[in-house]
């Protein structure tokens, strides 16, 4: 008998708790009152519920101002949000984190031919703004309707190299990172990226004359970057880049004949030909970070 | 036995009881706006400044524009602005321009112009007035190297407006042909040109900014003079729509100088 009532008695013990923990949600805190009014009581005042008014976001500072002495007045509580700091940690950590980016890129500045690129950079991060990595990629070429335009008004082929691949060493840095929000309701963070890197680009003559046989030119082709980066989740993150190679070149010599044996064009080119290029093309990519996850290393 | 079913009826209200409470527990910061206390650098001010342009991939002449800039920002997030340009360099050939006129001969034979006549129909940018709205959804705070902190916010906008497109030569005289009709004609016009782009604001204090903007302005033209079409004859059938693009870089100034700051 003592075994049933001791039963009874933890129900009647569990609804209680039940009704006390839905009580005390809805009641603001007495601290939460300005100007040392207290609170009247939840149901006796207008006390604010849980489900803030804010509605009216687009009123002024001033007009707040404005509104202040009325609302203390009235013994009204603040906002349970305007007391509380909030300083978000940084979003994204990438030390010791390898980074795989497949990217797909365009050329811009080249009115005659263009090219779309597919390839990946491979970064390792040393420090959270230091990487070094590998860039690869391959090319697929575009006349321009310009390229086409040439031979109709002015009897000309144009002289032109196509890319053909791409490989370098890079060195990342990170100059900047920052956080903005979207019509202030999310935050998202960014950083922008700075790289320079020193490589191979391999290009090849498109001959004047269909028939005529091409060579290839590796030349070594430094390049420049900077761009900006999303951080989408703790393993992916979006990018745009800008970067500028720039390389000398050897193009088709003007006096190509007909039949000419392949190692004097070479020869002759070389001699005649060659030109400083730059390039300047826009990617966009996805990174893939591993470790997938990262812990932070400082209290909140 | 009783014992059990005891504990058993607790846990049976208990439980569902505990999971209400967290359902209905709400984070303080519920409805509190992403960002408190924010600077609010564009709300119903005036924005104006001036700068330069620079056009990529053109065919013949490559613009350098002086290029003022002035918008009203009916809220944080939405502006009207024009913006204008006047070319300071006519003459600078494209790579494309110096190796044509390299290749062709002089006098002009039968077939092909000489680089004097080529290039007189060749025309560039002379000045150019766009009208936008401009859209800015994005904006926050960069630390540069750690120790520099700048506001800062992207934007998109779309408009249309004018480019005025003439030549620093005249008409040459091997433009008629034997029968009379035009085989070459440098195309100078005020054209309508629609214009979009993506921009962004470096703050450098409350009141003042680097704007950064990149646009395409596509508009009609024949930028070469000659025949497009393949009938020999160069007329208004010759003229195509094409992209124009344009990096910009402005100082601009903000009014009235002080920024509110919202709740």
């Known amino acids: 008998m003592k075994r049933l009532a001791l039963g009874l008695f933890v129900v ?61 007045a009235a013994g009204a509580p603040r906002k349970a949000w305007d007391d509380i700091v909030v300083v978000p940690r940084k979003a994204f950590l990438k030390k010791a984190r390898l980074e795989l980016a497949p990217f797909t890129g365009i050329t811009l500045n080249d009115p005659l031919i263009r090219h779309y690129s597919f390839g990946g950079d491979l970064n390792y991060y ?90 290839t030119n590796k030349n070594i082709a430094p390049h420049l970057g900077i761009g900006a980066r999303l951080f989408v989740l703790d393993w992916l993150t979006l990018s745009l880049t800008f970067r500028d190679y720039i390389y000398v070149d050897t193009f088709e010599f003007q006096g190509r004949k007909r039949g000419e044996a392949l190692a004097d064009v070479i020869t002759e080119s070389k001699n005649s030909q060659t030109q400083l290029v730059q390039n300047i093309m826009m990617f966009f990519s996805v990174g893939f970070y591993l470790p997938p996850s990262f812990t932070y290393r400082t209290p909140r | 036995m009783r014992k059990v079913i005891a504990l058993l009826l607790g846990a049976l209200v208990l439980l569902p ?7 209905e527990r709400k984070s303080p910061l519920t409805n509190a706006p992403a960002i408190r206390k924010r600077l609010e650098l564009r709300d119903k001010r005036f924005e104006a400044g001036i700068g330069v342009g620079v056009s990529v991939g053109q065919d013949f002449y490559n613009a350098l524009l002086v290029m003022p800039r002035l918008a009203f920002h009916i809220t944080d997030w939405i502006a009207l602005g024009v913006v204008g340009g006047y070319n300071v360099t006519p003459t600078w050939k494209s790579s494309f321009h110096s190796d044509l006129n390299g290749s062709l001969s002089d006098p002009a034979t039968t077939k092909s112009a000489s680089p004097a006549d080529a290039t007189a129909t060749m025309n560039h940018i002379a000045y150019m007035a766009v009208g936008q709205v401009e859209f800015l959804p994005l904006s926050g705070k960069i630390a540069l190297f750690s120790s520099i902190f700048s506001y800062f916010d992207f934007y998109v906008f779309g408009g249309a407006g004018v ?15 034997s029968n009379g009709r ?35 302005l596509i508009y009609k ?9 393949g009938d020999t004859v160069t007329d208004a059938h010759d003229l195509e729509w094409g992209s124009n693009w344009l990096f910009s870089l402005n100082v601009q ?11």
Request: charged content about 20%; some cysteine; glycine content about 8%.
């Open chain 1, 12 to 72: 009647l013990a569990n609804l209680s708790v039940e009704q006390v923990s839905l009580a005390q949600e809805p009641e603001a805190p007495a601290s939460d009152t300005v100007g040392g009014t207290p609170t009247p009581p939840a149901d006796t005042g207008p006390a604010v519920g849980p489900d803030l008014d804010l509605t009216d976001l687009s009123t002024t500072p001033e007009t707040v101002e404005a509104k202040k002495p009325t609302a203390e």
């Open chain 1, 126 to 215: 040393i420090t959270d703004v230091l990487s070094i990595g590998l860039e690869g990629q391959y090319f697929i070429k575009e006349l321009s309707e310009r390229e086409s335009l040439v031979g109709l008004q002015y009897y000309r082929v144009p002289t032109l190299n196509k890319l053909k691949y791409h490989g370098a060493l890079v060195f990342g840095y990170v100059p900047g990172y920052g956080k903005f929000g979207l019509f202030n309701k999310y935050i998202v963070h960014w950083d922008l990226t700075a790289s320079l890197g020193v490589g191979m680009i391999w290009t090849e003559i498109i001959p004047r004359n269909f028939g005529d046989q091409s060579f």
């Open chain 2, 17 to 23: 009881a505990a999971a209400r409470a967290e359902k």
């Open chain 2, 163 to 177: 480019v005025n497109l003439t030549t620093s030569s005249a008409q040459p005289g091997s433009c008629i042909d």
């Open chain 2, 182 to 216: 035009t085989v070459c004609q440098a195309y100078k016009a005020t054209e309508l040109a629609g214009n979009a782009g993506i921009g962004a604001h470096a703050y450098l204090s409350n009141y003042s900014a680097i704007a950064l903007e990149i646009r395409d």
């Open chain 2, 221 to 229: 033209n024949n930028a070469s003079g000659r025949d497009v079409n």
């Open chain 2, 253 to 263: 100034f903000f009014l009235p100088a002080k920024a509110k700051i919202s709740r």
